[in-house]
């Protein structure tokens, strides 16, 4: 949402006008341009409980992204986005990462405290938009990741968009990559002088095209793309939507897959002595539904999720985090690395106040099969949402996770408060 207007160059200019006389005013300056983005505090409380005892953690999570969107000469316009992203441990002095400067690593996806996230310059023509930089994905098979590359987009046709995207640098240490970790190619010999540099998954190109289309009551999109030497991942969604004696309804189906390349991959166990071991690959399939209904303050949604995988390998159907795919509760299911068959039903219900707050449950099941095994699982949670104004919003969650097998057990409690511009 936008707040208000600001030039790129009033940015610059700003410490220059009270010294260069010839400088344009402040007002002049403040022009074509466009600011978004939110600003977003997190406490987190979490609680894993294994045959080996119990782990409690709790951290507060600051967290900034802040766009500038700047129409430059003709058809061009310039997008310089930056981000402030810290955690600091709850009761702890030791490990605030409020610092910014030398040897800051940070928290999460980006290396340090603050950055510039995205950075690149867009030219449009007609229908047509080609955006050239760092920029966000905006995949159907990602949620917030990062990359260096080309987005073109094209709605001549009515209703209808067309994507095309080529990225030659992800942003690989994204922390919701399953498979960020994996190592590719042919493994090094350890006795070697010399060892060739460690190749990931993120290292490699992506390529995509998509169509994006809304026709009332029916909307659709279908995705391609290729993980260059990795895999191909493919997607079909289909929502209908309609309204019926005052009751908004909708109907999703998804169909997704990945088409695995590489027959295996590598985890480093240690670096020295260099100890690695093997991960197979193969591919997977995804199907999904989901029927939802909104009326009288009152929401709740069905839906039932199949995931089987083509052999006993592991393999993916997002690349990073949940992608647009159907999911439910918060830290129970994962599409980025699969290692087994999964069945997966969830129910969600809730009620909204006088359109301010609302109160609502999630319950999500799960069948895994692990080596001839099935595994249960089940995380119900409890929700209380407060929209205070069109900008700012408070929510509050608590979600409990049973794994049978004496498997690991989770709590997690989230307090958050977000503005958004």
């Known amino acids: 949402m936008k707040l208000f207007k600001l030039s790129l160059a009033a940015i610059v200019a700003a410490g220059a006008l009270t010294s260069v006389a010839s400088a344009a005013s402040l007002e002049e300056a403040i022009k074509n341009v466009d600011v978004s983005g939110y600003a977003r505090y997190r406490f987190d409380s979490r609680n894993t409980t294994t045959v080996a005892g119990q782990n409690t953690a709790n951290a507060h999570r600051f967290t900034s992204d802040i766009d500038f969107k700047a129409a430059l000469d003709d058809n061009f316009f310039g997008v310089i986005g930056f981000r402030y992203d810290s955690v600091d441990v709850s009761g702890e002095r030791a490990n605030a990462q409020t610092n910014v400067g030398v040897n800051d690593n940070g928290f999460g996806e980006y290396g340090q405290t603050f950055n510039v996230r995205q950075f690149y310059l867009g030219y449009t023509a007609g229908n047509t938009t080609v955006q050239a930089g760092r920029q966000v994905l905006g995949t159907f098979f990602t949620d917030d990741m990062v990359g260096t590359g080309i987005k073109l987009l094209n709605s ?32 090094p010999n350890p006795l070697a002088s010399t060892r060739p540099a460690d190749e990931h998954v993120y290292d490699r190109n992506l390529y995509g095209v998509a169509a994006i289309g809304s026709y009332d009551p029916v909307s659709f999109q279908v995705w391609y793309a290729a993980l260059d030497s990795v895999a191909q991942l493919y997607a079909l969604d289909v929502t209908l939507g309609a309204n019926l ?35 197979e690959l193969d591919d997977a399939q995804f199907l999904a539904v989901k ?30 985090d949940q992608g647009a795919f159907i999911t439910a509760g918060e830290d129970l299911l994962d599409y980025t690395l699969i290692g087994a068959d999964q069945s997966i039903y969830f129910v969600t219900a809730g009620y909204t106040f006088a359109d301010k707050v609302r109160v609502g449950a999630d319950y999500v099941g799960s069948r895994a099969e692990e080596r001839g095994n099935y595994v249960d699982a089940y995380e119900a949670v409890a929700r209380v949402d407060y929209k205070y104004s069109k900008k700012l919003n408070f929510k509050t969650w608590y979600s409990y996770i049973d794994r049978d097998n004496n498997e690991a057990d989770a709590k997690h409690l989230r307090f958050e408060a977000r503005y958004n511009f």
Not at 252 to 279: C, D, H, K
């Open 156 to 187: 001549d046709i009515s209703g209808l968009t067309l994507a095309a995207i080529a990225f030659d640098n992800l942003q690989g240490n994204d922390g919701d990559m399953g498979t960020r970790n994996l190592l590719i190619g042919a493994r």
């Open 245 to 279: 004696g005052g009751a908004d309804l909708s109907l999703q189906a998804q169909y997704a897959g990945s088409s695995v390349w590489a027959n295996n991959a590598r985890i480093r166990v240690t670096q020295n002595p260099l100890i690695e071991t093997a991960v």
């Open 291 to 320: 029927a939802g209904a909104k009326a009288f303050g009152f929401d709740g949604s069905v839906g039932y999720v199949n995931i089987n995988t083509q052999g006993s390998g592991a393999s993916l159907i997002s690349l990073e």
